[in-house]
T-cell receptor, first 115, second 113 residues
Framework: DTGVSQNPRHKITKRGQNVTFRCDPI?????LYWYRQTLGQGPEFLTY????????KSRLLSDRFSAERPKGSFSTLEIQRTEQGDSAMYLC?????????????FGQGTRLTVV | AQTVTQSQPEMSVQEAETVTLSCTYD???????LFWYKQPPSRQMILVIR??????QNATENRFSVNFQKAAKSFSLKISDSQLGDTAMYFC??????????FGGGTRLMVKP
């Protein structure tokens, strides 16, 4: 197991198209997080899962965004009807949560460019 | 809600010298954790050091140490004996019980030879 894997690494799409990103967490990590990072800024929390349950969603996650984690393994983040403002790096992280402190391990991200 | 302020957008330091990156935050939580993450150019975010808010002793991890002032809600990172590989974006991030990280805007650190 080499860490959190995200695919694709880069995605260029036309405005109005739908895109889907995939995140494979570290094996046996029960928590999975999605963040969005725009250029020169810190990442912003979008949503997180514990196993297959989506426990929290940020107000940043508009109704065009949907995330799933079927069977509590990999996760997908879909953006419908993309807008130029969706251009950003989408980061995935995972952790083994047992209560209290938990270290999150990040993937390399998927860079989305909407043209 | 938590807010995090990193007041130094960019800093530079000579190799082998010491540099301190500042961070202040606002939280209504009493028990939380604080992290510094490093994001090298085109590489993933990695954890540098963590501090548990209920511990008074400042955390140390090799060349990295923190100055945690709970009452002032201040959490600075000191890097000693800076190395070229320390060049990266550094993010301060409080975390309430592992639910999510709130990142600051980051400090871009350049280590010069």
């Amino acid at each position: 197991d080499t860490g959190v894997s995200q695919n694709p690494r880069h995605k260029i799409t036309k405005r109005g198209q739908n895109v889907t990103f995939r995140c494979d967490p570290i094996s046996e990590h029960n928590r999975l997080y999605w963040y969005r990072q725009t250029l020169g800024q810190g990442p912003e929390f979008l949503t997180y899962f514990q196993n297959e349950a989506q426990l929290e969603k940020s107000r940043l996650l508009s109704d065009r965004f949907s995330a799933e984690r079927p069977k509590g393994s990999f996760s997908t983040l879909e953006i419908q009807r993309t807008e130029q403002g969706d251009s950003a790096m989408y980061l995935c992280a995972s952790s083994h949560y047992t209560g209290g402190y938990t270290e999150a391990f990040f993937g390399q991200g998927t860079r989305l460019t909407v043209v | 809600a938590q807010t995090v302020t990193q007041s130094q957008p960019e800093m530079s330091v000579q190799e082998a010298e010491t540099v301190t990156l500042s961070c202040t935050y606002d939280t209504s939580e009493n028990n939380y954790y604080l992290f510094w993450y490093k994001q090298p150019p085109s590489r993933q975010m990695i954890l540098v050091i963590r501090q548990e808010a209920y511990k008074q002793q400042n955390a140390t991890e090799n060349r990295f140490s923190v100055n945690f002032q709970k009452a002032a809600k201040s959490f600075s990172l000191k890097i000693s004996d800076s190395q070229l590989g320390d060049t990266a974006m550094y993010f301060c991030a409080p975390d309430n019980a592992g639910n999510m990280l709130t990142f600051g805007g980051g400090t871009r650190l350049m280590v010069k030879p």
